[in-house]
């Protein structure tokens, strides 16, 4: 396969008043084309700010990234990007969500708004408005509104952390059936140890103050993963392991970062 996204960054800072605070730095990764990288870390690490730079969302750093030999200065549709919150349109229809600026009316628009529909499991409810769905199923619209614009990569922020766990874990399947379909890359930011297991084939975990990457795990656990497997625990282990090492220990073992 040839290298899909590659990322160095050697600082990433913001000014606050007259201080300058180094948020990222020294960060060096490679993914490949049709892996899915969590990333994890402690809170004020960079996570998302590592996502938004590669999303081209900001450009305000010393480093580059590269998408299939292309660098990245600014936001385009290869690089799609899933918010936290779903951000639909309140006052259009799922369909008319997931194609937003596309035209309905045009028998390929169709044909492709009909497959998203499809692929995130959202047969029945075209003509609902997010007011009428929940938010798994928001959440669902608006991956399948990136989708529809075939991203080279596709980057998730925290997507299912406003969510109950119930919803979190039924959303995480879906997301895996859409990876193993659409063979996309994927980079997902979370908070949780078990998600970044369960989904992720590379696990980037990132130490805060400066953030910095503190260790790549190659998870090497087949799919459909289960997370009472003593494979999967032991995998769960090296990452509270690292955290350790990083002075984090202050989080409750089982309740995420």
């Known amino acids: 396969m040839s290298l899909s996204v590659q990322i160095h960054v050697d600082e990433k800072a913001f000014q606050i008043d007259a201080t300058k605070k180094v948020v990222l730095k020294e960060i060096e990764l490679v993914i490949k084309e049709g892996d899915f990288l969590t990333v994890i870390g402690p809170s004020g690490c960079g996570k998302s700010t590592l996502l938004k730079i590669i999303a081209g969302l900001d450009s305000e750093y010393r480093g580059v990234v590269d998408i299939n ?72 619209v608006a991956i399948a509104r990136a989708l529809i614009r075939d991203p080279e990569v596709l980057l998730l922020d925290e997507p299912f952390g406003a969510l109950d766990a119930f919803t979190r874990q039924h959303l995480q399947d879906v997301l895996i059936d859409i990876w193993q379909k659409k063979k996309i890359t994927m980079v997902l930011v979370t908070h949780d140890i078990d998600e970044s297991i369960y989904l992720g084939t590379d696990i980037a975990i990132l130490r805060a103050n400066p953030g910095q990457l503190q260790k790549l795990i190659h998870v090497g656990l087949a799919y459909p993963r289960s997370r009472t497997d003593s494979s999967f625990q032991y995998i769960r282990q090296q990452v509270l392991k690292e955290f350790e090492k990083t002075d984090t220990a202050n989080f409750k073992d089982g309740e995420g970062i």
């Open 69 to 140: 030999g292309r660098q990245i200065t600014k936001p385009a549709i290869t690089q799609g990007f899933i918010f936290q919150e779903h951000r639909l349109f309140p006052w259009l229809t799922v369909e008319e969500n997931i194609a937003t600026d596309l035209n309905l009316k045009d028998s390929n628009v169709r044909q492709k708004v009909d497959e998203m529909i499809e692929i995130v499991r959202l047969k029945g409810y075209e003509k609902a408005y997010p007011s009428e769905i929940s938010g798994g199923m928001s959440q669902r």
